[in-house]
């Protein structure tokens, strides 16, 4: 009896991993606890296994603010189930960089990524995107039943590229803001996931999505429980629009 509550302890703790980041105060050889926070995300995702939770502390991230190494892999290692979750304003902030700041790799397949901002990514090049499946283009080595919701992409080329090699099912992504996306804001070119209840502003970068599904459409529009709207007059900020 003794014996198995030990074990069921010890698998109690393992699942309840949490690490903490502060990309102001925080030092990447510390435990990673509350009060000793790591500074990186990057470093954070080299300690954290199945089930963990990341909680990212407010800040600026990215390679020229506390020097985030990108892309970040997730699921390189076994990673099912770990959690990214922005705790109050936490903005990657990408000073224009091609980087890709997540790319979700099997070994996190059932991943969720909530209450982040990404912003000013390159928007010339074709490739640039903040978040895609799998390691690289076609890789076929995609995580499945990642979720992407509350986050903010804000002046960024493509937002999330769902991979054709990938065969990419079971992703939620929603209740998200997309505003001025140069190219797209959801590319999903193959799979069965469910896309719902997201904001898209202004009248471009709007989601292209896979066959069966309208893919262009005039503003205001529902389409899925999504929606399109236009900026107000004035500077794009998360807070203009409704």
Not at 82 to 90: A, D, E, H, Q
Not at 120 to 134: F, K, L, M, P, V
Request: charged share 10%; aromatic share 8%; with cysteine.
């Amino acid at each position: 009896m003794h014996k198995l509550l030990i074990v069921c302890s010890l698998a109690t703790a393992a699942a309840a991993q949490e690490i903490w980041v502060d990309p102001l105060n925080g030092i990447d050889t510390a435990p990673g606890t509350y009060n000793q926070p790591l500074r990186r995300l990057t470093a954070a995702l080299g300690l954290a296994g199945p089930g963990a939770q990341i909680q990212l502390l407010p800040g600026l991230y990215g390679p020229t603010h506390n020097g985030e190494a990108l892309p970040m892999d997730i699921g390189m290692i076994p990673q099912a189930g770990l959690v990214i979750r922005g705790i109050g304003n936490v903005v990657f902030d990408l000073a224009a960089s091609t980087g890709t700041v997540f790319r979700l790799v099997n070994g996190a397949s059932g991943a969720r990524i909530t209450n982040l901002t990404i912003q000013n990514t390159d928007q010339a090049g074709w490739w640039t995107r903040a978040i895609n499946s799998g390691s690289g283009v076609n890789a076929g080595n995609a995580a499945m039943n990642v979720e992407i919701d509350r986050c903010r992409f804000l002046t960024i080329n493509r937002g999330i590229v769902l991979w054709t090699g990938d065969n990419v099912t079971g992703w939620k992504i929603h209740d998200n803001l997309f505003v001025n996306c140069s190219n797209d804001a959801i590319l999903e070119y193959t799979g069965t996931n469910d896309i719902y209840n997201n904001t898209f502003a202004p009248n471009r970068g709007l989601p292209k999505l896979s066959a069966g599904l309208v893919v262009g459409f005039q503003f205001p529009v529902e389409f899925n429980r999504s929606f399109v709207v236009q900026a107000k007059p004035g500077p794009i900020t998360a807070t203009s629009m409704q």
